[in-house]
């Protein structure tokens, strides 16, 4: 049975997904999200799957042949942090995610908890940087 990535694009409400965020601050911070990321990225907010905000998609192809499409930017708002879909492993990224403030960082993302605790024009930067990187790697 060939897999199917349950992560692709929906045509789920970006809008009636935010209003639908239970908390106001993850709520607010979806909003802020969303008007930057489209802003840098060019691309409107599509829902991909059922809880990942993204701009814009790149098709990849591992080795071992799955394939897929992705988000270029991408975040999601969920219950414990907003996860922000932005790693790339674009020149710089450390030192980025250093300066960006309380910020969690896993292989392909960061775990923030409010938006405020963190500095936006350094976020800006990353997501350019990591917008550029990808398009590099994954030429339309």
């Not at 909003?31 to 829902?47: K, R, Y």
């Not at 450390?94 to 938006?115: T, W």
Request: glycine fraction near 8%.
């Amino acid at each position: 049975m060939a897999y199917e990535a349950r992560t692709k694009p929906t045509d789920i409400s970006v809008a009636d997904f935010v209003a639908a965020v239970e908390n106001p601050q993850r709520r607010a911070d979806a909003e802020t999200l969303c008007a930057l990321f489209e802003e840098i990225s060019g691309e409107p907010a599509t829902m991909w799957g059922p809880s990942i905000i993204g701009f814009g998609k790149y098709h990849y192809r591992y080795a071992s042949g799955h394939e897929g499409d992705a988000p270029r930017l991408g975040f999601s708002p969920r219950k414990a942090q907003t996860v922000l879909y932005v790693m790339s492993g674009a020149e710089g990224q450390a030192d980025m995610i250093a300066r960006l403030g309380k910020v969690k960082s896993s292989v392909a993302c960061l775990y923030v908890n409010r938006l405020d605790q963190i500095d936006l024009g350094v976020l800006r930067e990353m997501a350019e940087a990591s917008l550029a990187h990808m398009r590099r790697l994954y030429p339309d």
